[in-house]
Protein backbone atom coordinates (compact mmCIF):
# COMPACT_ATOMS: atom_id res chain seq x y z
CA UNK A 1 0.00 0.00 0.00
CA UNK A 2 1.13 3.32 -0.95
CA UNK A 3 1.45 4.24 3.41
CA UNK A 4 3.94 5.71 5.43
CA UNK A 5 6.15 3.41 5.53
CA UNK A 6 7.36 3.63 1.78
CA UNK A 7 9.31 6.56 2.38
CA UNK A 8 12.41 6.45 -0.33
CA UNK A 9 12.92 9.76 -1.74
CA UNK A 10 10.52 11.83 0.74
CA UNK A 11 11.87 15.00 1.37
CA UNK A 12 11.40 17.38 4.69
CA UNK A 13 12.30 15.08 7.52
CA UNK A 14 15.50 16.57 7.91
CA UNK A 15 18.87 15.67 8.87
CA UNK A 16 19.89 12.11 9.85
CA UNK A 17 21.24 12.10 13.91
CA UNK A 18 23.07 9.19 14.78
CA UNK A 19 22.91 8.94 18.65
CA UNK A 20 26.89 8.20 20.26
CA UNK A 21 26.88 4.57 22.41
CA UNK A 22 23.39 4.03 21.49
CA UNK A 23 21.88 1.14 23.38
CA UNK A 24 20.10 -1.72 22.44
CA UNK A 25 17.00 -0.31 23.95
CA UNK A 26 16.03 2.55 25.17
CA UNK A 27 13.45 1.78 27.82
CA UNK A 28 12.75 -1.69 29.18
CA UNK A 29 9.19 -1.81 27.63
CA UNK A 30 10.95 -1.56 24.73
CA UNK A 31 12.68 -5.03 25.17
CA UNK A 32 9.19 -6.82 26.19
CA UNK A 33 7.89 -5.39 22.86
CA UNK A 34 10.26 -6.88 20.71
CA UNK A 35 10.69 -10.11 22.88
CA UNK A 36 7.12 -9.99 22.53
CA UNK A 37 6.77 -9.77 19.21
CA UNK A 38 9.37 -11.84 18.12
CA UNK A 39 7.60 -15.09 20.35
CA UNK A 40 4.10 -14.20 18.69
CA UNK A 41 5.69 -14.31 15.30
CA UNK A 42 6.95 -17.96 16.43
CA UNK A 43 3.43 -19.56 17.40
CA UNK A 44 2.46 -19.56 13.72
CA UNK A 45 -0.52 -17.29 14.34
CA UNK A 46 0.80 -15.04 11.51
CA UNK A 47 4.08 -14.56 9.56
CA UNK A 48 6.66 -11.83 9.52
CA UNK A 49 5.06 -10.63 6.11
CA UNK A 50 1.91 -9.93 8.18
CA UNK A 51 3.56 -8.30 10.41
CA UNK A 52 4.99 -5.85 8.20
CA UNK A 53 1.58 -5.26 6.76
CA UNK A 54 0.03 -4.69 10.26
CA UNK A 55 3.12 -2.08 11.12
CA UNK A 56 2.50 -0.07 7.72
CA UNK A 57 -1.15 -0.15 8.14
CA UNK A 58 -1.05 2.50 10.80
CA UNK A 59 -2.46 5.56 9.81
CA UNK A 60 -0.12 7.48 8.32
CA UNK A 61 0.13 10.50 10.72
CA UNK A 62 0.07 7.77 13.89
CA UNK A 63 2.47 6.31 12.08
CA UNK A 64 5.62 8.53 11.17
CA UNK A 65 4.55 9.93 15.45
CA UNK A 66 5.24 6.79 16.41
CA UNK A 67 8.76 5.22 18.15
CA UNK A 68 9.92 1.97 16.38
CA UNK A 69 9.05 -0.15 18.76
CA UNK A 70 5.66 1.90 19.68
CA UNK A 71 4.45 0.72 15.90
CA UNK A 72 5.57 -2.97 16.79
CA UNK A 73 3.40 -2.54 19.91
CA UNK A 74 0.40 -1.40 18.03
CA UNK A 75 0.93 -3.82 15.14
CA UNK A 76 1.12 -7.00 17.78
CA UNK A 77 -1.98 -5.49 19.43
CA UNK A 78 -3.67 -5.52 15.88
CA UNK A 79 -2.69 -8.99 15.25
CA UNK A 80 -3.61 -10.44 17.87
CA UNK A 81 -7.26 -8.82 17.82
CA UNK A 82 -7.45 -9.46 14.28
CA UNK A 83 -6.40 -13.60 14.76
CA UNK A 84 -8.68 -13.82 18.09
CA UNK A 85 -6.21 -14.77 20.49
CA UNK A 86 -7.62 -12.02 22.71
CA UNK A 87 -9.97 -9.16 23.17
CA UNK A 88 -9.02 -5.89 23.38
CA UNK A 89 -10.49 -5.68 26.68
CA UNK A 90 -8.41 -8.49 27.78
CA UNK A 91 -5.47 -6.98 26.50
CA UNK A 92 -6.45 -3.76 28.91
CA UNK A 93 -6.85 -5.39 31.80
CA UNK A 94 -4.23 -7.53 31.33
CA UNK A 95 -6.39 -10.61 32.71
CA UNK A 96 -8.10 -13.63 30.20
CA UNK A 97 -11.65 -13.51 29.67
CA UNK A 98 -11.83 -15.98 27.42
CA UNK A 99 -10.04 -19.06 27.15
CA UNK A 100 -6.96 -19.86 24.94
CA UNK A 101 -7.03 -20.31 21.50
CA UNK A 102 -4.51 -23.20 20.05
CA UNK A 103 -1.35 -22.20 18.43
CA UNK A 104 1.04 -24.27 16.57
CA UNK A 105 3.72 -23.88 19.02
CA UNK A 106 5.22 -21.36 21.75
CA UNK A 107 8.74 -20.44 21.91
CA UNK A 108 10.87 -22.27 24.94
CA UNK A 109 13.53 -20.48 26.60
CA UNK A 110 15.39 -24.27 25.90
CA UNK A 111 17.20 -24.18 22.70
CA UNK A 112 16.02 -20.67 21.65
CA UNK A 113 19.26 -19.24 20.82
CA UNK A 114 20.18 -22.16 18.73
CA UNK A 115 16.60 -21.91 16.87
CA UNK A 116 17.27 -18.02 16.29
CA UNK A 117 21.16 -18.92 15.27
CA UNK A 118 19.77 -21.55 12.79
CA UNK A 119 17.31 -18.82 11.49
CA UNK A 120 14.41 -18.80 9.57
CA UNK A 121 15.23 -19.02 5.83
CA UNK A 122 12.63 -17.42 3.11
CA UNK A 123 13.91 -19.45 -0.03
CA UNK A 124 11.67 -22.23 -1.28
CA UNK A 125 12.39 -24.57 -4.46
CA UNK A 126 12.08 -23.10 -7.94
CA UNK A 127 8.91 -24.68 -9.70
CA UNK A 128 9.28 -22.49 -12.84
CA UNK A 129 12.07 -21.42 -15.02
CA UNK A 130 13.33 -17.88 -13.98
CA UNK A 131 11.60 -15.06 -16.58
CA UNK A 132 14.41 -13.23 -16.94
CA UNK A 133 18.22 -13.24 -16.42
CA UNK A 134 21.16 -11.13 -15.51
CA UNK A 135 21.69 -8.03 -17.80
CA UNK A 136 18.33 -8.01 -18.94
CA UNK A 137 16.65 -4.65 -19.20
CA UNK A 138 13.62 -4.37 -17.19
CA UNK A 139 10.70 -2.26 -16.24
CA UNK A 140 9.19 -1.99 -12.45
CA UNK A 141 5.37 -2.23 -13.37
CA UNK A 142 3.70 1.05 -12.34
CA UNK A 143 0.80 -0.89 -9.89
CA UNK A 144 -0.90 0.53 -6.73
CA UNK A 145 -1.40 -2.49 -4.26
CA UNK A 146 -3.84 -1.78 -1.70
CA UNK A 147 -2.62 -4.61 0.42
CA UNK A 148 1.18 -5.20 1.78
CA UNK A 149 4.31 -4.61 -1.04
CA UNK A 150 7.56 -4.94 -1.62
CA UNK A 151 7.84 -2.97 -4.76
CA UNK A 152 8.71 0.92 -3.07
CA UNK A 153 7.04 3.63 -5.15
CA UNK A 154 10.27 5.80 -6.38
CA UNK A 155 10.93 2.81 -8.63
CA UNK A 156 7.45 2.03 -9.95
CA UNK A 157 7.27 3.11 -13.78
CA UNK A 158 11.17 3.03 -13.70
CA UNK A 159 13.93 1.59 -16.42
CA UNK A 160 16.68 -0.92 -14.64
CA UNK A 161 18.76 -3.71 -15.36
CA UNK A 162 19.22 -7.15 -13.55
CA UNK A 163 21.80 -7.71 -11.94
CA UNK A 164 21.21 -10.74 -9.83
CA UNK A 165 18.70 -13.80 -10.31
CA UNK A 166 18.15 -14.41 -6.11
CA UNK A 167 16.30 -17.57 -6.16
CA UNK A 168 13.23 -18.19 -5.16
CA UNK A 169 11.01 -16.89 -1.87
CA UNK A 170 8.21 -16.82 -0.29
CA UNK A 171 6.15 -13.80 -1.90
CA UNK A 172 5.12 -10.99 0.40
CA UNK A 173 2.25 -9.83 -1.50
CA UNK A 174 -0.19 -12.80 -0.78
CA UNK A 175 2.15 -14.57 2.63
CA UNK A 176 0.95 -11.25 4.50
CA UNK A 177 -2.70 -11.61 3.48
CA UNK A 178 -3.09 -15.37 4.15
CA UNK A 179 -3.03 -15.77 0.43
CA UNK A 180 -0.14 -18.60 0.50
CA UNK A 181 3.54 -18.48 0.32
CA UNK A 182 3.51 -18.41 -4.12
CA UNK A 183 7.02 -18.62 -3.77
CA UNK A 184 8.09 -16.81 -6.69
CA UNK A 185 11.34 -15.48 -8.43
CA UNK A 186 13.56 -12.11 -7.04
CA UNK A 187 15.68 -10.38 -8.67
CA UNK A 188 17.86 -7.36 -7.89
CA UNK A 189 17.43 -5.01 -9.79
CA UNK A 190 19.85 -1.64 -10.49
CA UNK A 191 19.02 1.70 -11.57
CA UNK A 192 20.73 4.41 -12.02
CA UNK A 193 20.10 7.38 -9.71
CA UNK A 194 19.05 9.85 -12.69
CA UNK A 195 16.22 7.29 -14.04
CA UNK A 196 15.20 7.45 -10.10
CA UNK A 197 15.31 11.20 -9.78
CA UNK A 198 16.13 13.00 -12.83
CA UNK A 199 19.08 15.46 -12.89
CA UNK A 200 18.61 15.68 -9.17
CA UNK A 201 19.91 12.03 -8.85
CA UNK A 202 23.95 11.57 -7.68
CA UNK A 203 26.00 11.32 -11.08
CA UNK A 204 27.14 8.16 -11.45
CA UNK A 205 25.14 6.70 -8.75
CA UNK A 206 23.22 3.54 -8.54
CA UNK A 207 20.41 2.25 -6.44
CA UNK A 208 19.15 -1.30 -6.06
CA UNK A 209 16.23 -2.66 -4.94
CA UNK A 210 15.35 -6.92 -4.46
CA UNK A 211 12.00 -7.15 -6.87
CA UNK A 212 9.63 -10.25 -6.78
CA UNK A 213 8.78 -11.10 -10.49
CA UNK A 214 5.33 -10.03 -10.90
CA UNK A 215 6.80 -6.15 -10.11
CA UNK A 216 8.88 -6.19 -13.63
CA UNK A 217 8.47 -6.58 -17.08
CA UNK A 218 10.81 -6.66 -20.08
CA UNK A 219 11.50 -3.27 -21.02
CA UNK B 1 8.40 -14.77 40.06
CA UNK B 2 10.49 -14.91 36.89
CA UNK B 3 13.32 -12.44 36.86
CA UNK B 4 11.78 -10.14 33.78
CA UNK B 5 10.25 -7.87 36.22
CA UNK B 6 13.93 -7.24 37.39
CA UNK B 7 13.52 -4.13 35.22
CA UNK B 8 11.01 -2.71 36.36
CA UNK B 9 11.18 -3.45 39.91
CA UNK B 10 10.80 -0.41 41.17
CA UNK B 11 7.05 0.16 40.24
CA UNK B 12 4.55 -2.00 42.28
CA UNK B 13 1.65 -0.45 41.80
CA UNK B 14 -0.09 0.37 38.41
CA UNK B 15 0.26 4.18 38.94
CA UNK B 16 3.80 4.44 38.78
CA UNK B 17 3.59 3.17 35.58
CA UNK B 18 3.64 5.12 32.25
CA UNK B 19 0.91 4.77 30.03
CA UNK B 20 2.97 2.27 27.53
CA UNK B 21 4.29 0.41 30.37
CA UNK B 22 1.10 -0.59 31.95
CA UNK B 23 0.02 -1.20 28.44
CA UNK B 24 2.90 -3.50 27.50
CA UNK B 25 2.88 -4.79 31.00
CA UNK B 26 -0.74 -5.39 30.94
CA UNK B 27 0.10 -6.98 27.61
CA UNK B 28 2.53 -9.68 28.59
CA UNK B 29 0.54 -10.76 31.69
CA UNK B 30 -2.45 -11.65 29.11
CA UNK B 31 -0.05 -13.61 26.97
CA UNK B 32 1.79 -15.43 29.19
CA UNK B 33 -1.85 -16.60 31.48
CA UNK B 34 -3.08 -17.91 27.98
CA UNK B 35 0.03 -19.66 27.40
CA UNK B 36 1.05 -17.80 23.86
CA UNK B 37 4.42 -17.01 25.76
CA UNK B 38 6.96 -17.99 28.38
CA UNK B 39 8.55 -14.58 30.24
CA UNK B 40 11.67 -17.67 30.50
CA UNK B 41 11.60 -17.26 26.88
CA UNK B 42 11.30 -13.59 26.21
CA UNK B 43 14.19 -12.64 28.58
CA UNK B 44 16.56 -15.27 26.55
CA UNK B 45 15.48 -13.25 23.38
CA UNK B 46 16.38 -9.74 24.94
CA UNK B 47 19.59 -11.64 26.43
CA UNK B 48 20.28 -12.57 22.71
CA UNK B 49 19.88 -9.60 21.00
CA UNK B 50 21.02 -7.09 23.65
CA UNK B 51 24.09 -8.91 24.50
CA UNK B 52 25.53 -11.87 22.22
CA UNK B 53 24.39 -10.73 18.58
CA UNK B 54 26.08 -7.66 17.72
CA UNK B 55 28.60 -5.91 15.26
CA UNK B 56 31.32 -7.51 16.80
CA UNK B 57 30.59 -10.75 14.49
CA UNK B 58 30.70 -8.54 11.78
CA UNK B 59 34.25 -7.02 12.00
CA UNK B 60 35.21 -10.87 12.22
CA UNK B 61 33.50 -11.30 8.94
CA UNK B 62 35.59 -8.63 7.48
CA UNK B 63 38.79 -9.06 9.08
CA UNK B 64 38.72 -12.54 7.91
CA UNK B 65 38.50 -11.29 4.37
CA UNK B 66 40.98 -8.74 4.58
CA UNK B 67 43.53 -11.75 5.62
CA UNK B 68 42.16 -14.25 3.54
CA UNK B 69 42.01 -13.70 -0.02
CA UNK B 70 39.97 -17.32 -0.86
CA UNK B 71 37.60 -16.14 1.96
CA UNK B 72 36.86 -13.00 0.58
CA UNK B 73 36.11 -15.00 -2.93
CA UNK B 74 33.57 -17.12 -1.27
CA UNK B 75 31.91 -14.37 0.49
CA UNK B 76 31.55 -11.93 -2.03
CA UNK B 77 29.88 -14.64 -3.99
CA UNK B 78 28.10 -16.58 -1.65
CA UNK B 79 27.93 -14.83 1.36
CA UNK B 80 25.55 -16.72 3.71
CA UNK B 81 27.78 -20.10 3.73
CA UNK B 82 30.96 -18.05 4.05
CA UNK B 83 29.18 -16.80 7.00
CA UNK B 84 28.61 -19.27 8.70
CA UNK B 85 32.11 -21.00 8.63
CA UNK B 86 32.81 -18.60 11.45
CA UNK B 87 29.58 -19.86 13.28
CA UNK B 88 27.76 -16.40 12.75
CA UNK B 89 24.19 -16.56 11.10
CA UNK B 90 20.59 -16.98 12.27
CA UNK B 91 17.45 -14.89 12.16
CA UNK B 92 17.90 -12.06 9.45
CA UNK B 93 20.44 -12.89 8.04
CA UNK B 94 19.43 -16.32 6.38
CA UNK B 95 19.91 -15.02 2.78
CA UNK B 96 23.25 -12.47 3.36
CA UNK B 97 24.97 -10.61 0.72
CA UNK B 98 28.15 -8.68 1.17
CA UNK B 99 28.74 -5.97 -1.16
CA UNK B 100 32.61 -4.78 -1.53
CA UNK B 101 33.70 -1.60 -1.40
CA UNK B 102 36.49 -0.15 -3.63
CA UNK B 103 38.27 3.12 -4.81
CA UNK B 104 35.66 3.53 -7.17
CA UNK B 105 32.68 2.20 -5.80
CA UNK B 106 31.29 2.90 -2.67
CA UNK B 107 28.54 1.09 -1.02
CA UNK B 108 25.40 2.09 1.29
CA UNK B 109 22.66 -0.34 2.74
CA UNK B 110 18.95 0.98 3.51
CA UNK B 111 15.63 -0.62 4.33
CA UNK B 112 13.13 2.43 2.53
CA UNK B 113 10.15 0.68 3.31
CA UNK B 114 10.92 -0.74 7.18
CA UNK B 115 14.12 -2.00 9.32
CA UNK B 116 15.69 -4.56 7.08
CA UNK B 117 19.22 -5.19 8.48
CA UNK B 118 21.48 -8.56 8.99
CA UNK B 119 20.93 -9.04 12.58
CA UNK B 120 23.51 -11.81 12.96
CA UNK B 121 26.14 -9.83 11.81
CA UNK B 122 25.42 -6.16 12.76
CA UNK B 123 23.00 -6.87 15.86
CA UNK B 124 19.93 -5.05 15.78
CA UNK B 125 19.39 -2.05 14.02
CA UNK B 126 20.19 1.79 15.84
CA UNK B 127 17.30 3.90 15.74
CA UNK B 128 18.72 6.33 13.19
CA UNK B 129 18.68 2.99 10.29
CA UNK B 130 15.10 2.91 11.25
CA UNK B 131 13.73 6.42 11.63
CA UNK B 132 12.35 8.04 8.51
CA UNK B 133 15.42 11.11 7.48
CA UNK B 134 17.72 7.97 6.71
CA UNK B 135 15.20 5.54 5.07
CA UNK B 136 14.24 9.14 2.71
CA UNK B 137 17.51 10.10 1.98
CA UNK B 138 19.54 7.52 1.36
CA UNK B 139 18.55 6.31 -2.13
CA UNK B 140 17.99 10.37 -3.06
CA UNK B 141 20.68 11.94 -1.71
CA UNK B 142 23.40 9.27 -0.40
CA UNK B 143 26.51 11.44 -0.47
CA UNK B 144 24.54 14.50 1.54
CA UNK B 145 24.05 11.56 4.22
CA UNK B 146 27.46 10.64 4.11
CA UNK B 147 28.66 13.96 4.73
CA UNK B 148 26.24 13.79 7.66
CA UNK B 149 28.25 11.19 8.53
CA UNK B 150 31.43 12.76 8.18
CA UNK B 151 32.32 10.38 5.15
CA UNK B 152 33.24 12.86 2.26
CA UNK B 153 34.12 10.28 -0.56
CA UNK B 154 35.57 11.76 -4.18
CA UNK B 155 33.63 12.72 -6.48
CA UNK B 156 34.92 9.83 -8.82
CA UNK B 157 33.91 7.32 -5.91
CA UNK B 158 30.28 6.09 -7.43
CA UNK B 159 28.02 5.51 -4.97
CA UNK B 160 25.58 2.25 -4.87
CA UNK B 161 22.73 2.16 -2.41
CA UNK B 162 21.13 -1.58 -1.53
CA UNK B 163 17.89 -1.13 -0.65
CA UNK B 164 16.57 -4.08 1.17
CA UNK B 165 13.26 -4.59 0.27
CA UNK B 166 13.06 -8.66 0.52
CA UNK B 167 14.62 -11.11 2.55
CA UNK B 168 18.43 -10.59 1.04
CA UNK B 169 20.18 -8.70 3.87
CA UNK B 170 23.20 -6.63 2.59
CA UNK B 171 27.01 -5.95 4.75
CA UNK B 172 29.20 -4.19 3.33
CA UNK B 173 32.82 -4.92 2.66
CA UNK B 174 35.16 -1.95 3.64
CA UNK B 175 38.04 -1.77 2.31
CA UNK B 176 41.11 -2.30 4.33
CA UNK B 177 42.82 0.38 6.27
CA UNK B 178 46.70 1.20 4.72
CA UNK B 179 49.09 0.59 7.01
CA UNK B 180 47.88 -2.67 8.47
CA UNK B 181 50.24 -4.99 7.22
CA UNK B 182 51.10 -7.73 9.49
CA UNK B 183 47.76 -6.68 11.44
CA UNK B 184 46.24 -9.67 12.98
CA UNK B 185 42.71 -10.57 12.37
CA UNK B 186 41.97 -9.47 16.06
CA UNK B 187 43.69 -6.25 15.37
CA UNK B 188 42.07 -5.83 12.32
CA UNK B 189 38.86 -6.52 13.44
CA UNK B 190 38.55 -3.59 16.34
CA UNK B 191 39.29 -1.07 13.24
CA UNK B 192 35.94 -2.67 11.61
CA UNK B 193 33.04 -0.38 13.08
CA UNK B 194 29.63 -1.06 12.78
CA UNK B 195 28.66 1.76 10.16
CA UNK B 196 31.62 0.73 7.92
CA UNK B 197 29.83 -2.16 7.42
CA UNK B 198 26.10 -0.21 6.90
CA UNK B 199 28.59 2.15 4.29
CA UNK B 200 27.64 5.15 6.38
CA UNK B 201 31.37 5.08 8.09
CA UNK B 202 34.86 3.73 7.20
CA UNK B 203 36.96 1.60 9.42
CA UNK B 204 38.87 3.57 12.80
CA UNK B 205 41.38 5.81 11.51
CA UNK B 206 44.87 4.24 12.93
CA UNK B 207 46.09 6.04 16.01
CA UNK B 208 48.84 8.05 15.20
CA UNK B 209 52.48 6.22 15.03
CA UNK B 210 54.27 6.96 18.08
CA UNK B 211 57.16 8.88 17.28
CA UNK B 212 60.36 7.89 17.97
CA UNK B 213 61.70 8.94 21.76
CA UNK B 214 64.56 11.15 21.63
CA UNK B 215 65.42 11.23 25.13
Known amino acids: MNGAQDLGGAQGFGPVVPEPDEPVFHAAWERRVFAMALAMGYTGAWNLDGSRAARESLPPAEYLASSYYAIWLKALETQITATGLATPAEMQSGKAAEPAKPVARTLARDGLEARFRAGFPSSRAADAPARFAVDDAVIARNIHPTGHTRLPRYVRGKRGRIVRVDGVFVFPDTSAHGAGENPTWLYTVAFTAQELWGEDGDPGGIVTVAAFEPYLEPA | ?215
Not at chain 2, 30 to 53: C, M, N, R, S
Not at chain 2, 113 to 126: D, E, F, I
Open chain 2, 1 to 215: MSHHHADHDHAHHGSDLSPIEARVRALESLLTEKGYVDPAALDALVELYETKVGPHAGARVVARAWVDPEFRARLLADATPAIAELDIGGRGGEHMVVVENTPETHNLVVCTLCSCYPWPVLGLPPVWYKAPPYRARAVIDPRGVLVEFGVTLPETTRITVWDSTAETRYMVLPMRPAETRGFTEDALAALVTRDSMIGTGLPKALPVAPVEASV
